[in-house]
């Protein structure tokens, strides 16, 4: 075994990815910092990894102007930033900027060069943007696999969805209290509300104030169509928070109608809240010692944006675009463990109130008969337990909506010389 040179042992150490790496090292050394023999790291060891670490992750601060208000012009200009220990105590989850091991390591990267200014050599550091070009060619990988390859025994898919989904019950979100995943139960559940288009000639108004919740409901396998979170012939309920909602996700003409109904829930139903994961942090700290930090941070930032992929509006007779968004669903409901039983996302019809959509998977709507239970003595019933729906309609809750009028919002760009004007000013801007 080598003779380590100013050891560093792993009691000094607070980041635990590292300090297990170091524990699980044969190399003992009587440390620098505290003087007893334990599991040591060499100082230039460290400090080089530390090195290459903050040369990923952060770059010097721009210059900026500091104006003197009373003198009425600039004084001087400074980096704009926080100083190298910050980032250092960061790296070794270290709070106190006194600490000696970040002065240890600071030390060794400012004389690396000695004589010639270097990167370690500015006043002020920021952190660098990294864009998850990674996980997007994944995600571009996995739609053009199920579009072009193989939906049925796609195993790589299924790889990508349990890499990206690893996880996702920690995440929470700040001064929202509960998870991503949560379960929604009865006693304080919103209201929720589904709606059909009985606009004629497909008037099924009198079906529905026949037999509401058998009409509301989901349609039985045999009549469900496809739709942004299941494939034909696979029934979910699609729901909504708000009545408004409802009725602007079916997309009626002026002079149609609507009718729409509530719904409760029977029992408590585990959900994944893809509004939320904006804003949503993971409780599990990622190590800048991990050799998967770049591609795990990737992943995080891509999760932030993916409710922009699950909520994107689909235009009519283009429902093919639903293949990727169906496939997580499938997923989400019958590969994920535990099982997720609902989604809720943002609806891309009325996005300007703020409308919420949710969908329960099959699970939640089934009544087919559950499959027998042994109990306590080993013995199977001979008669089929009957599934109870973790959904069912309110009494005296329908109302019929007649449109009076739709609101259109648009994004208008002027053609010029045959070319749309936003491609002019990217042409430009470009300098191509």
């Known amino acids: ?224 169509p496809a739709g942004r979170m299941s494939p034909a012939r696979v029934p979910v309920f699609y729901g909504a928070f708000e009545r408004r909602t409802c009725i602007a996700e079916l997309r009626p003409p002026v002079g149609g109608k609507v009718i729409s109904g509530q719904f409760q829930l029977t029992r408590e139903i585990r959900v994944l809240d893809f509004t939320a994961l904006e804003d949503a942090y993971d409780r599990k700290i990622l190590s800048y010692f991990d050799p998967d930090y770049r591609r795990k941070m990737e992943r995080r930032q891509f999760l932030k944006s993916f409710h922009n992929i699950i909520s994107h509006p689909v235009v009519p007779d283009q429902e093919h675009e639903y293949l990727q968004t169906q496939v997580i669903a499938e997923y989400l409901a019958t590969q994920h463990v535990p099982p997720i039983e609902g989604v809720i996302f943002a609806s891309a019809q009325d996005k300007h109130e703020g409308g919420q959509n949710i969908v329960f998977f099959s699970q939640v709507i089934s009544t087919e008969p559950l499959p027998p239970v042994a109990d306590e003595n080993g013995w199977y019933s001979l008669e089929s337990t009957p599934a109870i729906p973790g959904i069912e309609f309110v009494p005296e809750s329908l109302v019929v909506h007649t449109i009076e009028q739709v609101m259109v919002k648009t994004k208008d760009t002027k053609v010029i010389d045959g070319q749309l004007e936003s491609d002019i000013n990217d042409f430009f801007e470009r300098d191509y």
């Open 1 to 224: 075994m080598d003779e380590i040179i100013e050891p560093i042992c792993a009691g000094c150490i607070n980041e635990d990815f590292l300090r297990h790496r170091i524990m699980k090292s044969a190399n003992r050394a009587e440390c620098l910092n505290c003087g007893r023999e334990n599991p040591s790291i060499e100082m230039d060891t460290l400090a080089n990894e530390i090195a290459k670490i903050l040369i990923d992750t952060v770059e010097i601060g721009e210059l900026v102007d500091i104006w003197d208000m009373d003198r009425d012009r600039i004084s001087h200009t400074e980096q704009q930033g926080d100083p190298l220990s910050y980032f250092i105590g960061e790296i070794l989850r270290v709070e106190d900027d006194e600490d000696p091991i970040i002065g240890y390591v600071l030390e060794r990267l400012v004389n690396q060069s000695p004589g010639d200014e270097g990167f370690f050599d500015a006043e002020a550091y920021t952190r660098k943007t990294h864009l998850p070009f990674e996980v997007q060619e994944n995600w571009i990988e996995f739609r053009n696999g199920l579009m072009h390859k193989s939906r049925f025994f796609n195993h790589k898919a299924k790889e990508f969805l349990e890499w990206l989904f690893e996880g996702i019950d920690s995440y929470r979100v700040v001064g929202f209290g509960p998870g991503v995943v949560r379960m929604l139960n009865p006693v304080d559940c919103k209201p929720i509300y589904r709606a059909r288009d009985c606009t004629p000639p497909k008037d099924y108004s009198r079906d529905i104030l026949a037999n509401p919740s058998g009409q509301l409901a989901a349609p039985p396998k045999e009549l469900a």
